[in-house]
């Protein structure tokens, strides 16, 4: 019987570590361009030109006019571990995006490469090429400042890998993608991508103050639209500043393809930072919607490690806490401050929908580079800055917000010493959201003000401004209760019963108490008094329908606010309620004073402005 052979240990030769490497670094054409753009960014450049052909399976190439490397420099920059990017050796100390001196040699590895390079002041440029990880010597060759990479026929040396790449277009879209989220972070660099000879992308480097910048590039890559509804973050805590931009609640997605985290520059893909996000939003959005927004994070370097993932995307914070509770508190405090501001697409949607049916191609690329819809120029901004003065919570001073004067009107009196205005009784369509007119269809009112006329869903309306008075109830300590003549019981699953009683002490402080009543069962015996009458077995269904929703991923007052939100839905002025003109106009009234009413608990608008101007141009007044 022959003796089972013992494995030998060996090591691997230097062509299939390069190749596992790759595997690592270089996943897809995408991952690529990444790694060379952000060697371009470390080395200076102010502009970046990127082709492909193909997907990129065919051609990339990268073109920059950074630092540039000598003969020397180029012979060194192909092999393996071997960096510009760490001068003190210190990997809890990074400054720049690439670090791992892994990029070029691993994609040299499953690749024709060749590198062409000139450093600023040289009189000549030098090329290098590297063919399936074998490297040939250095060679003059013309070429101007910077540094030109060109990678062909990538994954030739390893055809496994191309049965796993997608389409051309997919792979296109990935790296138009990857191109995008660097080009956000660096506004003061201008960027080009050409696919298949076809200009996708071009992106003009820019000088100013860094916010302003950045909100143009980012109106450049995620739309006019973003861009006009957009709300300045600029926050610290700690150590830590976060700026950048979140778009109001009302303008938002199915998905979180529109959400955008950087940290110290680096495009990242983090968990505990989308639920941040999550989090700060909960009020405003239902759960299968999401907000638009670009967040830029800044701290020191030793405070972060980017060292998680061979690709870079993903990060470890030395304190996440203050990290999540900075990302939390600031959008809560743009999204407190924008008061009941909604989108201007709401309005720019309602003016094109009576529009004549023969409209000019609208249409702008999209951010995953196919098509969509660009709404006509939206109405003149200004109703959420009006109403400010009526609606501002407390504790945020006026200078966060463009301030709104009227000033003193006719009527009015100005004491000569103090200079003291005392209001006197003015027209109601001198209110920011006007002067209720009429009821369409039981459900929507309809508001003159002095320069056009505002639509309000008056129980989406109702239902912001219930839940914002539990909320303050509840910070008071419960919200108040009205008992029921004759307790209700309401049937309901076993385990469904079993949540609610298990919560009967959280929803005690919501104002609604239930009790066990045998099994499957509960006793609904007192409900929120701001409800008034209320179908409680409804309200238990859904509640309980709510609880095993939420499971335990949330905390116990992100729990309290979810169902809170169900109660305002049940508890506020129904469609198809109809109401008189006092009721109408205590509501407008309301909406004013109140943080948030711009769209309910679900992230829908609660009211349409349309400008008398813009109502003018559509039957050719104007």
Same mark, same amino acid.
């Given at each position: ?485 004759? $307790?209700?019981? &309401? *049937? !309901?699953?076993?385990? =469904?019963? +079993?949540? %609610?009683?298990? @919560? ?100 829908? $608008?609660?009211? &349409? *402005? !349309?400008?008398?101007? =813009?109502? +003018?141009? %559509?039957?050719? @007044?104007?």
């Amino acid at each position: 019987m022959n003796a089972i052979a013992q494995p030998v240990i060996r090591r691997l030769p230097e062509t299939l570590v390069n190749q596992i490497a790759a595997g690592e670094v270089v996943e897809r054409p995408a991952s690529a361009v990444k790694e060379l753009v952000e060697n371009a960014l470390d080395a200076g450049a102010t502009r970046i030109d990127v082709t492909i052909r193909d997907g990129g399976r065919a051609l990339i190439s990268i073109v920059d006019d950074g630092r540039g490397m000598t003969p020397d420099e180029l012979k060194i920059a192909v092999e393996r571990h071997a960096t510009s990017k760490l001068p003190d050796e210190d990997l809890f100390h990074i400054t720049t995006l690439g670090f791992r001196g892994e990029a070029l040699p691993s994609i040299g590895s499953v690749s024709r490469m060749a590198i062409t390079s000139r450093p600023q002041g040289a009189e000549e440029a030098w090329r290098i090429e590297i063919e399936g990880g074998r490297v040939f010597e250095p060679k003059p060759a013309p070429g101007g400042p910077g540094t030109t990479v060109e990678v062909r026929d990538l994954f030739y040396s390893t055809p496994a890998r191309l049965k796993f790449l997608r389409s051309a277009r997919a792979e296109s879209g990935a790296v138009a993608d990857v191109l995008n989220r660097l080009a956000m972070a660096h506004p003061n660099v201008g960027f080009s991508l050409t696919d298949d000879g076809r200009e996708k992308l071009r992106l003009s480097a820019a000088q100013g103050e860094l916010l302003d910048l950045r909100l143009k590039r980012l109106g450049g890559i995620m739309g006019r639209e973003f861009q006009e509804n957009a709300l300045a973050i600029d926050a610290e805590r700690e150590g830590f500043r976060l700026t950048g931009y979140a778009g109001v609640p009302t303008l938002n997605r199915g998905n979180a393809m529109m959400q955008f985290l950087f940290v110290n520059g680096r495009p990242v893909r983090d968990k505990q930072l989308i639920g941040a996000v999550r989090g700060a939003y909960q009020d405003f959005l239902a759960r299968d919607r999401h907000p638009l927004l670009a967040l830029f994070l800044e701290c020191e370097a030793r405070a972060v490690d980017v060292n998680v993932h061979p690709a870079k995307s993903e990060v470890r914070f030395r304190e996440p806490g203050i990290v999540r509770g900075l990302i939390v508190s600031a959008l809560k405090h743009a999204l407190a401050e924008a008061g009941h501001r909604a989108s201007t697409t709401v309005s720019s949607a309602a003016l094109g929908a009576f529009r004549p049916s023969q409209l000019p191609d609208t249409r702008q690329a999209s951010f995953s580079g196919g098509y969509a819809y660009r709404p006509p120029p939206p109405p003149a901004p200004g109703l959420a800055e009006r109403s400010y003065e009526w609606q501002r919570p407390d504790g945020f001073a006026p200078a966060a917000r463009p301030s709104y004067d009227p000033g003193p009107a006719s009527g009015d009196h100005v004491d000569p010493e103090t200079g003291e205005v005392t209001r006197a009784e003015r027209p109601l369509t001198e209110y920011p959201l006007g002067a209720a007119r009429a009821q369409l269809h039981a459900t929507y009112i309809v508001a003159q003000t002095e320069d056009g006329i505002v639509i309000v869903d008056q129980h989406a309306a109702h239902e912001r401004l219930v839940y914002e008075t539990m909320k303050r109830e509840m910070e008071k300590g419960g919200v108040p209760r009205q008992g029921l003549l004759i $307790p209700e019981i &309401v *049937e !309901l699953d076993e385990r =469904d019963a +079993e949540r %609610l009683v298990e @919560r009967a002490a959280d929803l005690e402080k919501l104002g609604l108490v239930v009790e066990a009543f045998g099994p499957g069962a509960v006793a609904v015996r007192e409900t929120p008094a701001l409800l008034g009458e209320v179908d409680a077995r409804a309200l238990i269904r859904d509640l309980a329908d709510e609880l095993e929703a939420l499971g335990n991923t949330f905390s116990l007052q992100e729990k309290l606010e979810e169902v809170c939100g169900t109660m305002a839905c049940h508890g506020s002025v129904r469609a198809g309620r109809r109401l008189n003109t006092d009721e109408m106009n205590a509501l407008l009234r309301q909406m004013e004073a109140t943080p948030h009413s711009g769209q309910c608990n679900h992230g829908r $608008p609660t009211y &349409v *402005e !349309l400008k008398l101007a =813009d109502i +003018e141009k %559509l039957f050719g @007044r104007r």
